[in-house]
């Protein structure tokens, strides 16, 4: 079973949907969960982490951690265009290294 | 506040040649990490550097890929004898403080072995 599981997408949604990615993972001792946005041939950019359980919300960005269910999630409000990207989860016991998905490829079309 | 600067951003190197990708990280930043990104892969840890010391290496090929931050100037990774298999994309992030959360990306150093 790998470590972290994502769907790979591609997704597409009209402008001003409501985008819901999500990953899976295997080991408990993860505690630290984070997203990064990567537009193509770019750098991954870190949209927001959190710790443990519960939801962080950053404009219209959304992200949620169910720690018994092992389930992360990241939800996009009123998507943009400029939203399509690949979207990577990652996560961390805090002192080991980061195990990323594969990524989600969003096309948010207006 | 710039941030994580990597050069070159490409680099074509010839089998059997040395390829060396720096890494300046944040300002304010002292912890240095290298990912390697294949095509339709996700992102793989190489290493994890602090000034003038490797703190975990666990993701790093063991041979031919060293990797150092020296007190002075960028990190640098260093990937001797390259093979095709090499081609990728090697992205360095920084952190402030300890712990493996709350990376920033540089743009990536795209290296491709003819």
């Known amino acids: 079973q790998k470590e972290v599981e994502q769907d790979p997408g591609p997704l597409s949604v009209p402008e001003g949907a409501i985008v819901s990615l999500n990953c899976t993972y295997s080991?408990?001792?993860?505690?630290?969960f984070m997203w990064y946005r990567q537009y193509s041939r770019k750098g991954p950019e870190l949209l927001m982490y959190t710790y443990s359980s519960g939801n962080k919300e950053d404009g219209r960005f959304t992200a949620q951690v169910d720690k018994s269910s092992k389930y992360i999630s990241l939800f996009i409000r009123d998507s943009q265009p400029s939203d399509s990207a690949t979207y990577l989860c990652?996560?961390?016991?805090?002192?080991?290294?980061?195990?990323f998905g594969k990524g989600t490829r969003l096309s948010v079309i207006a | 506040n710039a941030g994580v600067m990597q050069n070159p951003r490409h680099l074509v190197r010839r089998r059997g040649q040395e390829a060396r990708l720096r890494c300046s990280p944040m300002k304010g930043h002292s912890h240095v990490y290298w990912y390697r990104q294949l095509p339709e892969e996700g992102l793989k840890f190489m290493v994890y550097l602090q000034k003038e010391n490797i703190i975990d290496e666990s993701g790093m090929p063991k041979e031919r890929f060293s990797a150092e931050f020296p007190k002075e100037g960028p990190s640098i990774l260093r990937i001797q004898q390259v093979v095709r298999g090499d081609s990728a994309a090697y992205f360095c992030?920084?952190?402030?403080?300890?712990?493996?959360?709350?990376?920033?990306f540089g743009p990536g150093t795209r290296l491709t072995v003819t």
């Open positions: 080991n408990s001792a993860f505690q630290y």
């Open positions: 992030a920084s952190s402030p403080g300890q712990g493996f959360y709350e990376q920033y």
């Open positions: 990652a996560v961390s016991s805090g002192n080991t290294p980061l195990v």
